[in-house]
């Protein structure tokens, strides 16, 4: 039998390689734009744009026009049928001055403009510090609800509780690695966090507590069948009876996200992405980060490791 579980200080090395880097880049993304990744206008407040064309436009000319005044990243969307003509962009707060400008040149870069059917508005800080606290409240709410479902559900699982705090920890796991993802990506490439990312993280979280049950469950019944066997052992074979199960049903998802990531529209690009990269995460965390960590403690290796440092440091 493959000993998958017998490496399981590699995995606690690749996440480690995993989160790092991400970490560093979102210190440098406080340090330098004052938020560990850049936020759009749903959380730091800025200016909607609702502009109806006469003829057909398309999102990559609207995008051009809005970034040679300096927009770094608008976000363009096409609203209604295609047919309609009509464009939202969203954006920093932009002067009313400004605002003709750009209608001006969209109009002689792209085509005639229906000013009665077009609009400015504002998003106001106070509402983006809304949506910032709420996405916030969510993720830790989503975390605790996690917890207490595990540790019910696996209440005649010896150390129940360990089962529900190794879950919690793999998911915080994903969550650092696509968070840090969208942090590199921010300052290599301008990404902006909108409103889509929350659903994007909770989708993964989602899909990451799914696929850990899945593994704890077997393992649960896998328990009281082989009481002669080490845990270690139990929990390897238990993992392998069920790896097949759990790639299938992410891959599915993931070949899905790559043909969108390929061929679906920019605007929702980035989204997928961070799903994408959440999925994988959640996949590789379920087996290699969320189980092994549990092995670690079941066996107390984690106090073994403590009081060898310990010891080190007094005959030091």
Do not use: C
């Amino acid at each position: 039998m493959f000993n998958i579980i017998g490496k399981r200080y590699w995995y606690f090395l690749i996440s480690a390689v995993l989160i790092v880097p991400g970490l560093i880049a979102m210190i440098y993304s406080t340090v330098t734009y004052g938020t560990p990744v850049r936020l759009s206008i749903d959380f730091t407040g800025g200016s909607l744009m609702v502009i109806k064309f006469q003829q057909p436009a398309t999102e990559d000319a609207i995008r051009d026009v809005f970034m040679s005044y300096d927009f770094t990243n608008p976000m363009v969307q096409q609203l209604g049928r295609p047919e309609d003509n009509t464009w939202q962009v969203r954006l920093g707060f932009i002067d009313v001055e400004k605002v003709d400008e750009i209608k001006a040149s969209l109009a002689g870069q792209i085509g005639p403009i229906d000013e009665a059917s077009s609009s400015l508005s504002t998003v106001g800080p106070a509402v983006g510090n809304e949506v910032a606290r709420s996405a916030a409240v969510a993720v830790v709410i989503a975390s605790l609800l996690v917890g207490a479902f595990i540790i019910v559900t696996f209440r005649r699982v010896p150390n129940a509780f360990r089962y529900g705090v190794s879950a919690i920890a793999a998911m915080v796991h994903d969550i650092l690695v696509a968070l840090g993802f969208v942090s590199i990506m921010g300052i290599l490439f301008s990404w902006e966090v909108d409103a889509l990312f929350l659903t994007a993280i909770l989708t993964v979280i989602g899909f990451s507590v799914q696929d850990k049950i899945v593994v704890f469950d077997r393992i649960r019944e896998n328990t009281p069948k082989r009481r002669g066997e080490s845990y270690e052992t139990i929990v390897n074979r238990s993992i392998l009876e069920v790896i097949h199960r759990s790639l299938a049903t992410q891959l599915n998802a993931m070949f899905v996200m790559i043909a969108i990531l390929l061929f679906g529209g920019a605007n929702i690009k980035q989204f997928i992405a961070v799903m994408l990269i959440g999925m994988v995460t959640a996949t590789y965390s379920s087996i290699f980060s969320a189980v092994p960590l549990l092995v670690v403690w079941e066996k107390g290796e984690i106090g073994q490791f403590f009081r060898r440092l310990r010891r080190r440091e007094a005959a030091a």
